[in-house]
């Protein structure tokens, strides 16, 4: 067995970036991989629910139950996956930025899955239609129901790379 002389820090923090720049390529390819899924099973579902249920009403139904359930399964796979890279990819950070000393990566800490969560994403993406039901409401007279706040985490800005 041959001794190794051990690695600098510089070589570590190489190490942990090579690792963190595949993980963060491997969530970016699985945001990809979801939005082809949501592009092509929606209209996909609503097509074959539509044929059947024209047809045979009750089967339409049953189909649009199960291939929802399929499509909920799927969501959640590739959820599970992503979370778990996002999960390392947020250790991979603390690690680089204890050995460097300062906040070199946070992306994944301060503006990933787990800090902002699907909930938020969509509360900001419907907030404007909840601003015009709100505005017609109150015009109204109508008290509107309280809307989850987009105000928890900026939105994400194409080219930030912090």
């Not at 969501?75 to 996956?81: S, T, V």
Request: proline letters at 6%; glycine letters at 4%.
């Amino acid at each position: 067995m041959t001794a190794h002389s051990p690695m600098s820090t510089t070589d570590k923090v190489q190490a942990l970036l090579f690792e963190y720049n595949s993980l963060r390529t491997e969530i970016m390819q699985r945001n990809s991989v979801f939005n082809q899924y949501c592009v092509i099973s929606v209209p996909a579902t609503l097509a074959a629910t539509t044929l059947v249920y024209t047809a045979f009403p009750p089967a339409g139904v049953i189909l649009f139950l199960i291939i929802c359930s399929l499509l909920y399964f799927v969501f959640r796979l590739i959820e599970f996956d992503t979370l778990a890279a996002a999960t390392r990819v947020r250790e991979l950070e603390a690690m680089i930025n204890e050995m460097a000393r300062e906040t070199l990566l946070n992306w994944e800490t301060s503006h990933g899955l787990y800090e902002v969560g699907y909930s938020h994403r969509l509360a900001y993406v419907l907030e404007p239609v909840f601003g015009l039901v709100r505005s017609l409401l109150n015009k109204f007279g109508v008290t509107a129901p309280m809307i989850p706040s987009t105000d928890r985490a900026d939105p994400v800005v194409p080219g930030d790379s912090s």
